[in-house]
């Protein structure tokens, strides 16, 4: 080859073919490489080509391996050179766009008619179909859900207020509240009780304020708000659409039996007091304790008497019990504090009639301060070994009487003693002695499905401290429990008082779905195929400050004050601020909200509640109040972005009767353990009757109702 005469390059072309490279340049045909300079050792000056700004400028030295060759023209002379060209310069695919409500792969909830419904579906599962679609969850198998990936976002709206009855096409709301002639109260729902199917929502079957649903929602579905009418309770419908149950792993599910208890994801220690753990006066008598003289008012105290048999420790008043700072250990959890452990063992005397039978004492070094056997004055018609432990052959010596180990109690147990137990209050009874300073393991260990339920000895010890007590049939041994509870309150007491408490509170739900939100190709991009973690933002909409409740975990909380205000929240959230100032544009993937104006009018509010209900117009009637909610829902709805998936719910049905003998029953309780009191002095009775009454009245306000659709 000529000296003079520049070969073909794979990695520059010939200096008279730069104009066609640029072109092909300038055109996306080719992505520019470095250059290798051809005119080296020429007297030749090369030319300095001007790149179009705006190219992709990818393509290095190191990636030289994925550049192939070819030529322009099929017919191009051999000197005219050779052009590179990068295999990989094809457009990268974009993000899959929204598809139209018309596309075969637009997300669907659809009711699944071959499902066969067995109850009513549960705030729970509307909750865990929302998990389904974001997070990760069992796909419910009371609906189809289709194209799930293609979920953009999920605004569910909680409507205390709202009731089956209200969809009936003839509807009076002028009488609706009215007294019922027979005074019978009744649920107002349409569907008999065993009907667990969705109502067909059709326009011409409904009020005309309420025709709107129909355009929104296909069905109107029966929900069921979790509670127990033979305790007289429900549970909290906001807390139960806000809580995500925990999640198991494999292994975990495989199990069998209690689970060991694990340190919640981020777990921090907070070595806390024991001090801090003390029942309250006001939690006595709503757990069962007798209230000792020093939890009563001065004024109430001077004609305070012990019920008959009874007696109380020597405690003139709470303060008592607190030790100076100064003469606390540094770091000590008792907060020079005598801590015992009490556990008592009981036969029966009559019917459910129990007797002291043995009594144990554990310090909390795990040292036995006390224990001995009891001899009950009555005569004992079943020793219920298989609980107690206790046989006629180990009573038959005995002459130690209740009086006595009264006597020895009143001697060990002072100002600044503390006892330890599960559920002491029946100890207490069968010992018929009151205590101003409580720590009650069934207490402080909730139960998850909330009071009135407690959890066993056995359950505890078994889930937090790993080990078994109450073994085989021998019956129990009360020195064994007694040092199980102390154990378990020297656990809380390093732990802190949240160890224990995310057992019956699950995991935040605006947590959970920021955990473990998923995003797939259709709504994340390409990186997202297959499904990838994605935290999911959330927002919270609600009257107050929602940062005091499950709201502070949301992205986004959202304070208001009337339900004008939250549907402008909503709307906020959902499509975010004009140029991002806090919520950026596009708004949260969830948002949750709550209207509580018909709440309000209905009469349904929660007078516990630490937020006074909105001042209503006086002239307002139930029908324009019913009307505004339509059209605030309705305005919503038809602002969401496509592939949006929609939930109204009412949470629960009318409590006001439940609430109403709630309140009786509890005032009974209150007077009949007040030291002193007769019952034919007592200002309400609670009889069997009210306590039928309480349960149909549960059993009304568990009847809620809820809308599922798609935008």
């Known amino acids: 080859m000529d000296s003079n005469t520049v070969a073909p390059s794979q990695e520059g072309g010939l200096p008279d073919t ?56 099929p017919h191009d002379e051999d000197d005219e050179g050779w052009q590179t060209v990068d295999r990989r310069s094809k457009k990268a695919k974009k993000e899959k766009k929204i598809p139209s409500t018309k596309s075969s792969n637009y997300p669907s909830i659809t009711f699944n008619y071959n499902a066969k419904l067995q109850s009513k579906i549960t705030l729970d599962q509307l909750r865990n179909l929302i998990l389904y679609i974001f997070a990760e969850g069992v796909a419910p198998q ?70 709107d649903f129909a355009d929104m929602f296909p069905h109107l579905w029966p929900v069921r708000t979790p509670g127990n009418e033979k305790f007289g309770t429900i549970r909290s419908p906001l807390g139960t659409m806000l809580t995500a149950p925990g999640e198991k792993t494999k292994e975990e599910k495989a199990q069998r039996g209690v689970q060991p208890a694990k340190e919640p994801k981020g777990w921090k220690d907070d070595r806390t007091r024991i001090t801090e753990f003390l029942a309250m006066p006001e939690d006595f008598q709503p757990n069962g304790y007798v209230l000792h003289p020093a939890c009563i008012p001065a004024e109430r105290r001077k004609n305070f008497q012990d019920l008959e048999g009874w007696v109380h420790t020597n405690v003139e008043n709470l303060d008592d019990g607190n030790v100076p700072e100064e003469e606390i250990q540094q770091g000590s959890v008792t907060a020079g504090r005598e801590v015992l452990a009490l556990d008592c063992e009981m036969c029966m005397t009559g019917p459910d009639e129990y007797s002291l039978t043995r009594i144990s004492l554990v310090n909390w070094d795990g040292t036995v301060v006390l224990d001995e056997l009891v001899k009950p004055d009555k005569p004992i018609v079943d020793y219920v070994t298989r609980f107690s432990g206790i046989t006629p052959q180990m009573l038959a010596p005995v002459t130690t009487t209740l009086r006595d180990i009264q006597a020895k109690l009143l001697e060990i147990l002072h100002p600044r003693t503390i006892l330890v137990g599960h559920s002491l209050d029946s100890d207490l009874k069968a010992l018929q002695l009151s205590h101003p300073y409580i720590v009650d393991t069934a207490m402080i260990y909730p139960h998850v499905r909330g009071p009135p339920l407690k959890n066993s000895l056995k359950f505890l010890t078994s889930r937090f401290l790993k080990r078994e007590i109450q073994k085989g049939v021998t019956g129990h041994d009360s020195i064994e429990d007694a040092k199980a509870c102390l154990d378990l309150v020297k656990q809380k007491c390093e732990k802190g008082k949240a160890w224990g408490n995310h057992e019956s509170q699950g995991e935040n739900l605006f947590r959970r779905l920021n955990r473990a939100g998923k995003a797939y190709r259709a709504n994340g991009g390409v990186e ?78 929660n007078q516990n509640s630490d937020l006074s209900p909105p001042g209503l117009l006086p002239d307002m009637s139930l029908e324009t109040c019913v009307q505004n909610l339509t059209q605030r829902i309705k305005g919503i709805y038809d602002a ?72």
């Open 142 to 211: 009371w609906v189809s859900i289709s194209h799930r990936p293609q979920f953009r976002k999920i605004v569910a709206i909680m409507v205390p207020g709202l009731e089956e009855a209200m969809f009936k096409q003839d509807v009076d709301f002028v009488a609706y509240n009215d007294p019922l002639i027979d005074s019978e109260l009744k649920p107002r729902v349409l569907t008999s009780p065993d009907d667990y199917y969705p109502r067909l929502l059709k326009k011409e079957e409904l009020p005309e304020i309420l025709k």
């Open 640 to 711: 969401l972005p496509p592939c949006t998936g929609f939930i109204v719910l009412s949470g629960s049905g009318d409590p006001r009767e439940m609430a109403r003998l709630q309140a009786m029953q509890a005032q009974f309780k209150k007077e009949y353990n007040t030291p002193g009191s007769n019952w034919d002095e007592l200002s309400v009775k609670w009889t069997d009757r009210e306590d039928q009454a309480l349960r149909k009245a549960v059993g009304i306000a568990r009847n809620g109702i809820g809308f599922i659709g798609v935008k």
């Open 18 to 73: 730069l104009d066609k490279t640029l072109d092909l340049l300038a055109n996306g045909a080719v992505s520019p490489v470095p250059a290798t300079d051809t005119t080296q050792g020429l007297d030749i000056q090369p030319a300095q080509p001007q790149i179009p700004t705006g190219l992709a400028n990818e393509t290095s030295i190191d990636s030289i391996d994925s550049i192939g060759s070819k030529r322009p023209k």
């Open 528 to 605: 997202a195929k297959g499904g990838v973690h994605a935290g999911k933002t959330s927002a919270m909409i609600d009257w107050g400050d929602p940062m005091k409740g499950a709201g502070a975990a949301a992205t986004f909380p959202i304070g208001c004050r009337t339900d004008e205000e939250v549907t402008l929240g909503i709307l906020r959230a959902v499509n975010g601020d004009p140029v991002g100032e806090e919520i950026p544009a596009g708004g949260a993937d969830f948002v949750f909200a709550r209207f509580r104006e018909l709440e309000a009018f209905q009469g349904w509010w």
